[in-house]
């Protein structure tokens, strides 16, 4: 069915009702807007065979991150079936819900949360591909959900940290048993093999970060600060993570761009763009029936960025050839 | 009294006034690496190049906006990549003078690397490739690698382009793609980092020889190409100028010699 091809499409639902239904607490503001399918005739492969089938449902692509990883998708895809934004404007659901069901696409490649529970909704049989989505875990993983994951593993990061900063060999981590001790183990090992001392501190809801944090500092060169629910359970508490380590003069590397101005000298996050190609990949290989498909795939692509200024402040060594790999230079 | 001082303000804002405007442009555009940060890389290099006077620094990322205006514009010097150079000579005129230098090198091989047990090329098809180039590029260097007669392998991989050559190996290393290609250069930065990893990786294709990119000047040059030239050159003599080069990847730019100036004049 190319019905929906080249067509307007416009449409909302309430997404409050289906969190709610998932049985979270949280109210996003439940607006949807459907948009479009307009289709750009430029390719540099194409896929005319399997490109039909596919519809993409982004959560709101006037959202950056979101628009990069739609972009992405359609620099390998340029031709899918439907494209679908839930933007912020009210309609009825049903009406999307009728749409998708009409197009009845054997893919649906959701980029963020929203989109994604919306497809979960409404839909049975298609085969849902998801990324944009933080610690995918907490997620219902169905026979036919696949997706590429937000975190690059930690090996990745690692290799980078010792590619930026070969003379930083001891970096501490606070980390909550309940949800990262096995993280924790792997990424122990996976630091000594490029010669770096990984030093953990385990920590749970009734610790106190600052004490435990003024330890770890004393035996450090760096702090490794994660996605760790339990750690940055408080938004004070991240304050409180880099008052602490810039008192100590101690660089701190995290994940997300959201750091850097709180002080994050490096920060290392997926590339959302790679993300996108990876979740065509993955549609073009489902679509073909490849066999021995992860469900869930780990980031291809970095995106560094790193304050100059905080490097000099920590009295960092930086290793300059490494520099063009750097996305994003802070002075 | 107060016409000297008007006097004073009106030759000051003069003296001024050339900085503040754009003279010449060192245009950008590399197919031979994925480079997404150009938003860093015009900032850095405009600092640079500002203690010059009024030249800026503008790079591209689509291969056809860049074509369209190397053939329309005088107004500066380009870097391009000697394999686009290569394309390019027959319709544009323009003349090669510098090529970028690494680790004492102007020229570098790329490498198909694989964690996978391959004995015959056939294997190949189908694959899932990580490469840091264009999608162009890379098919064009897989095609050279693999064969004229194993054009059918080379058109099947499928290349998932990363940002850059490090998350290619590590992408193959870590299981998210089958094989990468990436510059030799590459795979010896990797072997420092994470010896372990490298080892995983088998080196199996290695192309021929190719030149780093090179500076390029529209013919006639003009004294601001020479000036603008020789700013570039001299980069790699200060420590800023040095650094800014490494965002591309180079430690500094040589004069080409008679064969490589042949290799670029070769089909």
Redo the contacts between chains.
């Keep these: 069915m190319i019905k929906y091809k080249n067509n307007l499409i416009n449409n909302t639902t309430m997404l409050a009702a289906i969190l709610s239904k998932q049985g979270r607490n949280r109210t996003f503001p439940a607006f949807f807007f459907i948009l479009f399918s307009f289709l750009s005739g430029y390719t540099n492969t194409s896929y005319p065979d399997t490109t039909e089938n596919v519809l993409i449902i982004n959560s709101d692509i006037s959202i950056k991150n979101y628009s990069l990883a739609h972009t992405g998708f359609k620099s390998v895809i340029p031709n899918p079936k439907g494209e679908i934004n839930l933007g912020n404007k009210w309609k009825e659901k049903s009406e999307t819900e009728k749409i998708i069901r009409e197009a009845s696409p054997a893919i649906i490649y959701c980029i963020g949360i929203k989109a994604y529970l919306f497809a979960q909704e409404v839909t049975n049989d298609a085969t849902v591909i998801f990324s944009s989505i933080i610690n995918w875990r907490r997620l219902t993983i169905k026979e036919n959900t696949y997706g590429i994951s937000s975190e690059l593993l930690p090996s990745m990061q690692l290799t980078m940290y010792r590619y930026l900063f070969p003379k930083t060999n001891k970096i501490g981590v606070l980390y909550s048993k309940e949800y990262n001790e096995e993280w924790m183990q792997q990424a122990r090992e996976d630091a000594k093999d490029i010669g770096i001392s990984l030093v953990g501190i385990p920590i749970n809801k009734k610790t106190n970060i600052a004490s435990a944090l003024k330890k770890l500092l004393k035996n450090v060169d760096a702090i490794w600060l994660t996605s760790d629910p339990v750690v940055l359970s408080k938004t004070d508490a991240v304050t409180n993570i880099f008052q602490q380590c810039n008192a100590a003069n101690i660089p701190v590397f995290t994940y997300s761009e959201a750091f850097i101005d709180a002080g994050a000298t490096l920060v290392i996050s997926a590339d959302i763009p790679t993300t996108g190609k990876q979740a065509a990949r993955l549609t073009l290989d489902l679509l073909s029936r490849q066999e021995k498909i992860e469900k869930v795939n780990t980031p291809a692509g970095s995106h560094i960025s790193i304050n100059l200024k905080k490097v000099e402040e920590n009295k960092l060594l930086l290793n300059a050839e490494a520099l063009d790999s750097v996305n994003q230079i802070i002075q | 009294m107060w016409f000297p001082a008007f006097l004073c303000l009106f030759l000051f804002t003069n003296t001024l006034a050339p900085c503040a405007e754009y003279k010449y442009t060192i245009y950008f555009y590399n197919p031979e ?1 994925n ?3 150009f ?2 890389l015009k ?2 290099f405009d600092l640079y190049l500002s203690r010059f006077g009024g030249y800026q620094f503008q790079p591209f990322s689509e291969r056809e906006i860049f074509e369209k205006l190397i053939s329309e514009k005088k107004d500066g010097i380009f870097i391009i990549s000697s394999w686009h150079y290569k394309q390019l000579r027959e319709n544009i005129s323009i003349e090669p003078i510098l090529v970028a230098v690494s680790k004492n090198k102007s020229t570098c091989r790329r490498i198909f690397s694989t964690s996978r047990i391959i004995n015959d090329i056939s294997m190949l098809s189908g694959m ?1 490739v ?1 490469s840091a180039s264009s ?2 590029y890379t098919k064009n260097v897989l095609i050279q690698m693999f064969g004229e007669n194993k054009g059918a392998v080379a058109s099947s991989i ?7 050559e ?2 290619a190996l ?2 193959v290393g ?4 089958d094989a990468a290609v990436t510059t030799d250069s590459s795979l010896a ?1 990797l072997s420092a ?2 010896s ?2 490298h080892d995983t990786l088998k080196q199996l294709l290695i192309s021929n020889e190719t030149l780093l990119p090179i500076v390029a000047v529209p013919k006639p040059q003009d004294e601001n190409h020479k000036k603008l030239a020789k700013i570039i050159k001299d980069m790699e003599t200060a420590v800023e100028g ?2 800014k080069l ?4 180079f430690d500094g730019w040589k004069i080409l010699n008679a064969s490589e100036k042949e290799y670029l004049e070769k089909q």
Excluded at chain 2, 158 to 164: A, G, T
């Design positions: 690496t480079i997404n940060n938003a860093s900032k850095e899932n990580a999608e162009d499928k290349i998932l382009s990363v940002p850059k490090i998350d590590m992408s870590f299981g998210m793609a930065k980092i994470n372990k990893l040095k650094n490494s965002m591309l990847g």
